[in-house]
């Protein structure tokens, strides 16, 4: 029986699985047709660097170098921390944003992105968390917030798969719990590749402190960054 070494590709022709490799491996034979299949030489895959997108806030760039193409980022925080104010001002500084505004109503969502600085010219709204989400033409979703969901582990899913497919950023907005935890279905630990805490800052009034408590494409760390803006259209 012919036998194939994962790490190094080498072969031999023996009854049984050989044991050790002339590479130094062990145990690392399988059957030649299933060796091809079994791993992936990094230097096989083409990886190419993810486009991205400055935010406008100076402090949160020098950060994070830019969101990527189709990050999934989680804001969380306490109410009045002014994580919709981020998300918004964000994701139209970015490009034409979709927000998906569960919890705030239209003109609700509307001042916040004008005193936030928010480019409005860049905003859609919708109220239906189930609305079709188009598939081309946006570059940014808001969900505000996951929290407000009536489903929201589909929900999880849905922006999952849009981000995939279009290479879209989603700002996800999340509530604190009491015990200073973000609230959401089990899923949302592992949903973002970004999770950023927001909190009002009591030294700097009208201005956000971000701490990242995890992130895949930065450095984690802080920034701070403002709650108003000069309003834009």
Request: charged share 25%; with cysteine; hydrophobic share 40%.
């Amino acid at each position: 029986m012919k036998w194939e070494c994962l790490i190094c590709n080498a072969q031999r022709n023996t009854r049984l699985a050989p044991t050790l490799c002339d590479c130094g491996a062990l145990d690392s034979f399988l059957p030649a047709e299933q060796a091809a299949s079994a791993f992936t030489k990094a230097t096989d895959v083409k990886a190419e660097p993810r486009k991205r997108y400055l935010t406008g806030d100076k402090e949160l760039d020098a950060l994070t170098n830019g969101f990527p193409a189709g990050a999934r980022v989680l804001l969380w925080g306490r109410g009045g921390s002014g994580k919709s104010r981020c998300a918004l001002r964000w994701a139209t500084h970015i490009g034409k944003t979709l927000a998906l505004s569960v919890e705030m109503e239209e003109d609700e969502c509307v001042r916040s992105a004008r005193e936030a600085g928010g480019k409005l010219s860049e905003l859609v709204i919708t109220r239906d968390e189930n609305a079709q989400l188009p598939s081309r033409g946006v570059r940014c979703l808001v969900l505000d917030s996951i929290s407000e969901c009536r489903d929201q582990e589909a929900m999880l899913a849905r922006l999952t798969a849009w981000a995939t497919q279009t290479r879209g950023i989603v700002f996800m907005v999340c509530h604190a719990t009491k015990a200073g935890q973000y609230k959401g279905p089990t899923g949302l630990q592992h949903w973002g590749e970004a999770e950023i805490r927001v909190r009002a800052s009591k030294a700097k009034p009208g201005m956000a402190r971000l701490t990242f408590g995890k992130s895949r494409f930065c450095a984690n760390g802080s920034a701070s960054v403002p709650l108003v803006r000069l309003h834009a259209v």
